[in-house]
């Protein structure tokens, strides 16, 4: 079992920053990828960024170059900075743990994004 804490998050204006962090807990050695998906209302959830415990990461192509992912294996925290922000990155975001292809989620946050 793994369990995911999310913190982080908020209402910020267009062009800014936020940062979400994610601590998991448990079987943590047993984890392969950490990410970051989203969800808007009305839509599907989509993976934001992915990162592999050796380091290899998936981006989504709308936050290329904006959200750069980061992962303390020691300290089991995947790190996601959100720079120019745009209202069309309004969701709420949940951090997820592949283990051993079983999904586990966080709780979610709510990031808003003012025009």
């Known amino acids: 079992q793994v369990q995911l804490v999310e913190s982080g998050g908020g209402l910020v204006q267009a062009g800014g920053s936020l940062r979400l962090s994610c601590t998991a807990s448990?079987?943590?050695?047993?984890?392969?990828?950490l990410g970051w998906y989203r969800q808007a209302p009305g839509k599907q959830r989509e993976l934001v960024a992915t990162?592999?415990?050796?380091?290899?990461?998936n981006y989504a192509d709308s936050v290329k170059g904006r959200f750069p992912i980061s992962r303390d294996n020691a300290r089991n925290t995947v790190v996601l900075q959100m720079n120019n922000l745009e209202p069309e990155d309004t969701a709420v975001y949940y951090c997820?743990?592949?283990?051993?292809?079983?999904?586990?989620w966080g709780q979610g946050t709510q990031v808003t994004v003012s025009s």
């Open positions: 990162i592999s415990r050796s380091g290899a990461i």
């Open positions: 448990g079987s943590t050695f047993s984890i392969n990828t």
């Open positions: 997820h743990a592949d283990v051993r292809r079983r999904d586990y």
